[in-house]
């Protein structure tokens, strides 16, 4: 139970705020940064070396896919995002600055985790209001939030519901509703969709755009799904195991909204085959160095 409660906890709200060269893809995609990785190395505390050297700088405004073989370092790599996880070496910016001095309005960040990791024991409203509570935010604002939130992922019907009596694909919508009304401007999700059927999640893929483009978010995205993750991404990061390092930064410049048509089109195909043969190239590179 406590630890179930530490990874909500973790999961609701890091509330904060967060190399500017031109060829920088998140440059080209318009943003300034949001989150600036640079040099960074994680040794877990046996010794595992779960990243080496990661460069990554994510534009305001993108939408980015972390994609590798597993144990690659994905999760860790979105935790150091997230200030979950502190860096052995190299540093960490969120809008240019310290993890300690960002938090605020327009600099905060969000995390969803693969499980939905709601409080079984309460509503599903209790469950979203949560991070407002810690935050010890009360009163009409909060309860418009709380409103507005569900409605955004569709779940108005449901505040009183308990997480048990919803579908997975719902559980899911709660927890996104969750971190909604911390009204993030940087989310980190990791899986969060990696255990549920192709409908449900192309379903989800499309909610999830909708909200990224009406609340311009800043999205880092864990997917060990190539499809999803070229449906979803302006840039798709692939990496490569022992230890974890960033390979490829493939762009995926079909234009936004994106939909059904561009699921069945050779463009997609095309994106989709590149990374699929970047994703091999990485998972052999990791095999190699074993
Ligand atoms: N708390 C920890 N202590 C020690 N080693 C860890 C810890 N967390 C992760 N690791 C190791 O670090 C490496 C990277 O793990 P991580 O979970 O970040 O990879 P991942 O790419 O997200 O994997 P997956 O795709 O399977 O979720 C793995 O070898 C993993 O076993």
New binding site residues.
């Given amino acids: 139970m406590v630890k179930q409660l530490k990874a909500i906890r973790d999961e609701v709200v890091v509330s904060m705020t967060a190399s500017t060269k031109t060829d920088d893809p998140a440059r080209a995609f318009g943003g300034r940064p949001v989150v600036e990785v640079a040099g960074v190395d994680k040794v877990?505390?046996?010794g595992?070396v779960?990243l080496k050297e990661v460069d990554l700088t994510v534009g305001e405004g993108e939408f980015v896919s972390l994609l590798?073989?597993?144990?690659?370092?994905?999760?860790?790599?979105l935790?150091v995002m997230a200030g979950l996880g502190e860096a052995s070496s190299g540093t960490v910016k969120w809008w240019e600055q310290d993890y300690q001095v960002v938090g605020g309005k327009g600099r905060k960040l969000a995390f969803v985790f693969q499980n939905a990791t709601l409080m079984p024991w309460a509503r599903v409203r209790k469950n979203v209001r949560l991070p407002l509570d810690l935050a010890h935010e009360h009163g009409e604002d909060a309860e418009a939030r709380i409103d507005q939130a569900l409605e955004m992922v569709g779940l108005s019907k449901f505040g009183n519901a308990y997480p048990r009596e919803l579908s997975g694909g719902m559980q899911m919508r709660a927890s996104i509703a969750r971190a909604m009304v911390t009204e993030p401007n940087l989310l980190l999700m990791d899986?969060p969709f990696g255990a549920l059927d192709e409908m449900t999640r192309n379903r989800l893929n499309d909610d999830v755009l909708r909200l990224w483009k009406e609340k311009g978010w800043t999205v880092v995205f864990?997917t060990?799904s190539v499809y999803e993750a070229v449906y979803l991404s302006n840039r798709v990061v692939v990496?490569a195991?022992r230890p974890?390092r960033v390979v490829e930064d493939v762009r995926i410049d079909a234009p936004y909204p994106r939909g059904a048509e561009f699921r069945v089109s050779t463009e997609f195909a095309d994106y989709c085959r590149r990374v699929s043969l970047a994703l091999e190239k990485a998972s052999a590179q990791g095999e190699e160095d074993h």
């Avoid at 590798?68 to 790599?77: A, E, I, N, V």
């Fill in positions: 877990y505390g046996n595992t779960a590798g073989p597993s144990g690659c370092g994905k999760s860790t790599l935790r899986e864990v060990h990496m195991a974890g």
